[in-house]
């Protein structure tokens, strides 16, 4: 039969070893991405850049991030035991929950046309911040724009660097037609691309082609874009002379027209770099 004495030092022992495994548990490198802080209008956005945020985090390779599932299921099982607590010990406690050391938390809001948006890095362990940034954007397109930067500005990996979204767009690029007879040609083409809203361009092309035989012709026509074509990839199609299908890779493209398709001998290739404008 257990004494007063033998069961005070079992459950210190059971204390001790459920401390230990909670501890080993909380991986060092564990961040938890919390909601963000954004009046009613901006919910939606928030949530949007939030899962942004979270992605950038995870991709940084630097933490392991709790899944976004797993939070909010705290979150909503909490939602009211947690009402008498201030917004940092909230933040706090569901890192704690979450067997996260750190919490990324951040604040939207709309200032005079401009999105401003605030981010902090919190030890769950100190409750200090570890890290801390404010940016404003422009739009909120631009602000999905800088989001790599600013997490990895956040996490220390990198020094931000502000991209701006360029409205207009100027395409250069040369092209040929590799063919033996005397198709063979060399072309120089111009265009220009508006951002109609985000990765959406349209806009046009007009370009020259010298045949083997020095003669000279114009081409032209529409180009509709889609796609980040400045930090990822695009995909373009050309309507007008010889419609062609083309890539685009941080600015960099290439460009396919199946002459054959339209009755001509060969293919007709582009490559060029489109430049950014404000």
């Known amino acids: 039969m257990l004494n007063i004495q033998s069961l005070r030092r079992w459950l210190l022992l059971m ?21 963000f802080t954004a009046p009613p209008f901006l919910e939606e ?41 201030s917004s940092d010990e909230v933040e706090l406690r569901l890192g704690e929950l979450l067997a996260a050391r750190y919490v990324v938390t951040g604040t939207l ?23 801390s940034l404010a940016e ?25 660097r ?23 040609a060399l072309g ?21 082609v010298m045949k083997r035989d020095t003669t000279m012709y114009l081409n032209g026509g529409l180009r509709a874009l889609y796609g980040d074509k400045t930090n990822s990839i695009a995909v373009s199609l050309d309507l007008g002379f010889f419609p062609s299908v083309g890539v685009y890779y941080r600015n960099l493209y290439l460009s396919y027209s199946p002459m054959f398709l339209f009755g001509e001998e060969g293919q007709y290739v582009k490559a060029g770099y489109s430049i950014g404008i404000n």
């Not at 204390?15 to 909601?35: E, K, Y």
């Not at 404003?136 to 020094?159: K, M, R, V």
Request: no cysteine; aromatic share 8%; hydrophobic share 45%.
């Open 15 to 35: 204390l001790f070893f459920w401390s230990a495994g909670s501890l080993a548990a909380v991986d060092t490198r564990t961040a938890a991405v919390l909601p």
């Open 162 to 184: 502000k991209k701006r979204i360029n409205t207009i767009s100027v395409d250069i690029g040369a092209g040929l037609y590799p063919t033996d007879s005397e198709m063979l």
């Open 45 to 85: 956005q928030s949530e949007v850049l939030n899962a942004r945020i979270s992605a950038a985090v995870a991709r940084n390779g630097q933490y392991t991030v709790v899944e976004a599932d797993k939070r909010d299921t705290l979150i909503e099982e909490l939602k009211f035991s947690l009402n008498d607590l």
């Open 188 to 208: 120089l083409e111009a265009g220009v691309l508006y951002r109609v809203v985000e990765n959406v361009y349209i806009g046009g092309w007009i370009g020259g």
């Open 109 to 131: 809001r709309l200032q005079e046309g401009r999105y401003e948006l605030s981010l902090q890095l919190i030890s769950v362990e100190s409750g200090a911040a570890v890290n």
């Open 136 to 160: 404003s954007f422009s739009s909120f397109d631009e602000l999905l724009l800088n989001t790599s930067g600013l997490t990895d500005e956040l996490l220390g990996a990198g020094i931000f």
